[in-house]
């Protein structure tokens, strides 16, 4: 081959499948002469200047944990007119990937035109700002369709960003890859007009990064299959597609904006959630078309998410929002789908709004609201025992037909309004014994055009057990739509799960100022939808912590001791005061005990307390127990709470093990002193008398030695 053939060839063949670009001849970089004022790139070549790159695919034998073309000067453009970087094929994934273009530590860099593939990454961007990638293609680098359920622990693609900020990528593409754009840490950066489809894991991963803002690009056909080769729409709706989605938000993104991009035909859509970090919060999914999803189109367990304008039709579920307290659903389009058009269940979900949303021809449901796994049936029926705190929900205004079974259907949930919808009210359906506070008001045509009132609510400090607190909703205020103010309260039991639902200290309609008495300590949720007559708007003030009345026991270290089975050396156990505790300092107790051992107040055993005026006794309690807590199996659920009398002893034990651990933070935990038949704690009295309580043991065991464990508001009451 002549070099005048072989350089035309360079020049024609910027598409590397078309000329065989993944093994593309050396001699093309070689024989090549820079003209025009470019440079040919070679491999491990390092920019410092403004630089224009010469035409043409360049093969570049780079390794793993090496570049083939390194930036490593602020405010430099590299401009490529033509070029293309070619792998020797991906190596080195996660820490050590090879990369085609590399920026680390930079400011004020651009690249522009530039193209890489059959590398690990395309492009590599770390610790930087400022950056911008315009018109570049970073296509066909480290993909496999064949991985299984991997999630993080395969990395590559086109672009990775690691902790950049203010930069941006327009107009470019990084298709059939593994992810296409990966934004982990850094904020403030902008994906604009970018075509990331046909990757096998994500489009798109937005990875503890906030404030982004991804727009007017297409993630589409993000979808892997693993042994089954996927087939729209034969083999499709309900297979397994290994959690790949065109769009993933994840561990702690908070603020991120996702807009006006087509993320259709992904294994999910977008999907918003806390697999490899914590929950990504106060995410905005505005104008996305996410259709045709084997899954979930959107997908979320994550709170404070806005939903709006979104298509989420022909999917298995349109917009699946498990998880996600404090919501806004609004004008979204969920029809045609192959269970729900929007689902609310399996995870906690409270002080959600749905609105203006048109559901329909969904073949089970149009809103779904359980607070339980109901993921298949007709009717439903909860798979498994697990209860979460489904309530003050609010769908008004949404538009429902030719549904299957059901236009909006409630289970295990309570304190839900509905307000002027327009659906047909045979398909509003309660599921029988698990839902109360139901309330309906207003019609759809009367609600056209009215904006709803705003509500809001007072936080009423620290409420005492047995003294009545006034709960003032009276901030809240009608729109210029006017109507009447209404109000609905509900005040319940803080907490995501339960045993059951708990019964509501109050539910249901009041005054702007409502006045109740808590008869029991701990956290609680205070709640208020107020109305306007067709619509209305939600207000909460959530763990209100209301403290044990009564009388104090234990209150400082030095009243404490302890005691440990025998054999056992707990000699190492330490009581000290805490300043941070719930009320004042709480106490703190160090143990290096293996077996079940009891915390005693007072040391003295002298505290003579006659507790039968009392109806209940309760502590605030958290442990860091490394090991978990021991009980059950022929062992004592946990705590087991002794109260000691001269003649004898009274102890109570729980159904189950209900001592929280360092992740749960403070519980309140509430012991019935007549401990009634349904209470939850069993009583068993050994000549002890609550007309004499001389000390108090609460008890504790964990399966291997040693952990941490705080008391305070040690309380009868």
């Given at each position: 081959m002549s070099t005048l053939t072989r350089s035309l060839l360079a020049i024609l063949c910027l598409l590397p499948a078309a000329c065989g670009a993944g093994a593309a001849d050396p001699g093309a970089t070689t024989e090549r002469a820079a003209a025009g004022g470019c440079v040919n790139p070679t491999a491990g070549m390092v920019i410092t200047t403004t630089t224009t790159l010469c035409a043409g695919n360049f093969a570049m034998s780079t390794p793993a944990g090496a570049a083939a073309v390194t930036i490593a000067a602020n405010n430099v453009q590299v401009t490529c007119n033509g070029t293309r970087l070619v792998g020797p094929g991906p190596s080195g994934p996660g820490t050590s990937p090879n990369v085609g273009f590399k920026i680390v530590g930079q400011s004020g860099v651009t690249l522009l035109g530039c193209a890489a593939n059959a590398f690990q990454y395309g492009a590599l961007v770390q610790q930087s700002s400022s950056i911008t990638f315009q018109s570049t293609h970073f296509d066909d680098n480290y993909t496999d369709a064949s991985q299984d359920w991997v999630q993080d622990s395969i990395q590559?693609?086109?672009?990775?960003?690691?902790?950049?900020?203010?930069?941006?990528?327009?107009?470019?593409?990084?298709?059939?890859?593994?992810?296409?754009?990966?934004?982990?840490?850094?904020?403030?950066?902008?994906v604009n007009n970018m075509t990331a489809d046909h990757c096998t894991n994500w489009g798109a991963l937005v990875a503890g990064s906030n404030n982004n803002t991804i727009s007017n690009s297409n993630f589409s056909w993000g979808i892997r299959g693993g042994a089954v080769t996927l087939n729209y729409p034969n083999l499709w709706y309900g297979q397994d597609t290994k959690d790949s989605a065109g769009m993933v938000i994840d561990a702690a993104a908070t603020g991120n904006i996702i807009q006006n991009n087509n993320v259709t035909y992904g294994g999910d859509g977008i999907f918003i959630r806390s697999v490899i970090g914590a929950c990504a919060t106060g995410?905005?999914?505005?104008?996305?078309?996410?259709?045709?999803?084997?899954?979930?189109?959107?997908?979320?367990?994550?709170?404070?998410?806005?939903?709006?304008?979104?298509?989420?039709?022909?999917?298995?579920?349109?917009?699946?929002l498990g998880g996600s307290d404090s919501s806004t659903v609004v004008g979204n389009t969920a029809n045609s789908n192959h269970t729900d058009g929007i689902?609310?269940?399996?995870?906690?979900?409270?002080?959600?709004?749905?609105?203006?949303?048109?559901?329909?021809?969904?073949?089970?449901?149009?809103?779904?609201?359980?607070?339980?796994?109901?993921?298949?049936?007709?009717?439903?029926?909860?798979?498994?025992?697990?209860?979460?705190n489904s309530s003050h929900l609010l769908a008004q205004r949404n538009t429902f037909s030719s549904n299957g079974s059901y236009d909006i259907w409630m289970g295990t949930t309570h304190g839900v309004v509905m307000a002027s919808n327009s659906l047909t009210a045979s398909k509003v359906v309660t599921e029988s014994g698990t839902t109360a506070d139901i309330v309906t008001l207003g019609n759809f045509s009367g609600a056209a055009g009215r904006t709803p009132p705003t509500a809001a609510l007072a936080n009423p400090g620290t409420p005492h057990t047995g003294t009545p607190v006034t709960l003032d909703a009276s901030g809240s205020r009608l729109s210029s739509s006017g109507g009447t103010l209404a109000f609905n309260w509900l005040v319940q039991t803080a907490g995501s799960t339960f045993a059951a639902l708990p019964t509501p200290v109050f539910a249901g309609a009041g005054p702007s100022k409502k006045t109740i008495t808590f008869t029991s300590a701990g956290y609680f949720d205070i709640d208020v939808t107020a109305t306007d007559g067709?619509?209305?708007?939600?207000?909460?003030?959530?763990?209100?912590?209301?403290?044990?009345?009564?009388?104090?026991?234990?209150?400082?270290?030095?009243?404490?001791?302890?005691?440990?089975?025998?054999?056992?050396?707990?000699?190492?156990?330490?009581?000290?005061?805490?300043?941070?505790?719930?009320?004042?300092?709480?106490?703190?107790?160090?143990?290096?005990?293996?077996?079940n051992i009891a915390f005693i107040t007072p040391a003295a055993k002298n505290l003579n307390l006659n507790a039968s005026g009392y109806s209940k006794f309760g502590f605030f309690v958290k442990g860091n127990d490394p090991n978990g807590w021991q009980g059950g199996g022929g062992l004592p659920q946990l705590p087991q709470v002794v109260l000691g009398s001269p003649g004898g002893t009274i102890t109570y034990e729980p159904a189950s093990t209900i001592l929280p651990n360092t992740a749960d933070g403070w519980t309140f935990i509430e012991v019935p002193l007549a401990a009634p038949a349904g209470s939850g704690w069993t009583r068993t009295n050994a000549g002890g008398s609550l007309?004499?309580?001389?000390?108090i043991e609460i008890h504790a065991d964990v399966w291997d030695a040693g952990f941490d464990i705080w008391f305070d508001a040690v309380s009868f009451y």
């Open positions: 590559g693609g086109g672009i990775r960003f690691d902790n950049v900020t203010g930069s941006s990528v327009k107009d470019s593409s990084a298709e059939r890859n593994w992810n296409g754009i990966e934004l982990r840490g850094g904020s403030g950066n902008l995410t905005q999914v505005i104008g996305n078309s996410v259709s045709f999803s084997p899954h979930n189109g959107i997908e979320s367990w994550c709170d404070g998410g806005t939903f709006k304008n979104n298509t989420a039709s022909s999917c298995d579920y349109g917009i699946w689902s609310v269940q399996v995870a906690e979900d409270r002080h959600s709004v749905y609105q203006d949303n048109t559901l329909s021809g969904n073949a089970r449901a149009g809103l779904f609201l359980g607070g339980a796994n109901y993921q298949n049936g007709v009717p439903p029926t909860a798979q498994d025992s697990r209860i979460w067709f619509l209305g708007a939600l207000a909460s003030v959530p763990s209100v912590l209301v403290m044990p009345g009564g009388v104090r026991v234990g209150q400082t270290a030095s009243t404490w001791t302890w005691q440990c089975q025998p054999g056992d050396d707990c000699s190492a156990t330490a009581f000290s005061d805490d300043p941070a505790g719930i009320e004042g300092s709480a106490v703190h107790a160090t143990t290096n005990a293996a077996f007309s004499q309580v001389n000390w």
